[in-house]
T-cell receptor, first 111, second 115 residues
Framework: GENVEQHPSTLSVQEGDSAVIKCTYS??????FPWYKQELGKRPQLIID?????GEKKDQRIAVTLNKTAKHFSLHITETQPEDSAVYFC??????????FGSGTRLSIRP | SAVISQKPSRDICQRGTSLTIQCQVD?????MFWYRQQPGQSLTLIAT?????????ESGFVIDKFPISRPNLTFSTLTVSNMSPEDSSIYLC????????????FGPGTRLTVT
């Protein structure tokens, strides 16, 4: 079955700097890669996703990249702000399969 | 995205008792799931709630402990039975519009504490 590895487990960056979170997956059949943001005490929120027919997707300050050959995908947050502080989860799936989540990255933004 | 609500939002229960958590969606969805999130951990799938048939449980989760109902396309319940302190966790409902859709959304969760 699918296995998703996520790194780092914690990340602290200066406000205004960029943050990068990396994930790898094992199942070559996976074709959908969502990212969720979970603020303290809140539900996981889908913030961006990418499908396997696309190499990169951007939405304002966040972007995701996918390398299908290497089975790597990454989340990039530029110009970080205090409200970016949260736990971020990557995940992998195909449409008819269950989502497999990474272990999460706790991102802290230093003022 | 669908609007998902859960009841109760939190509860404190005594060991040996059971709690039923409700999940309501504002539109019909084919796929509903129940997850557990232990403190500081990732999301673990308990089961897929199937409308009109028995739920599909993941490894390590059994129907006697976590019975699930799915009477229609907008509602599901998860019961945590014969609770112990190890069941203290957040339980989240999640939905996908259909098996042909990719996006999956989460309810606000139910924070359960077992004493």
């Amino acid at each position: 079955g699918e296995n998703v590895e996520q790194h780092p487990s914690t990340l602290s960056v200066q406000e205004g700097d960029s943050a990068v979170i990396k994930c790898t997956y094992s199942d070559s059949a996976s074709n959908y890669f969502p990212w969720y943001k979970q603020e303290l005490g809140k539900r996981p929120q889908l913030i961006i996703d990418i499908r396997s027919n696309v190499g990169e997707k951007k939405d304002q300050r966040i972007a995701v990249t996918l390398n299908k050959t290497a089975k790597h995908f990454s989340l990039h947050i530029t110009e970080t702000q205090p409200e970016d502080s949260a736990v971020y989860f990557c995940a992998a799936t195909s449409s008819a399969s269950k989502i497999i989540f990474g272990s999460g990255t706790r991102l802290s933004i230093r003022p | 995205s669908a609007v998902i609500s859960q009841k109760p939002s939190r509860d404190i229960c005594q060991r040996g008792t059971s709690l039923t958590i409700q999940c309501q969606v504002d539109s019909q969805v084919t796929m509903m799931f129940w997850y557990r999130q232990q403190p500081g951990q990732s999301l673990t799938l308990i089961a897929t709630a199937n409308q009109g048939s028995e739920a599909t449980y993941e490894s390590g989760f059994v129907i006697d402990k976590f019975p699930i109902s799915r009477p229609n396309l907008t509602f599901s319940t998860l019961t945590v039975s014969n609770m112990s302190p190890e069941d203290s966790s957040i339980y989240l409902c999640s939905v996908k519009r259909s098996s042909h859709h990719y996006e999956q959304y989460f309810g606000p969760g139910t924070r359960l504490t077992v004493t």
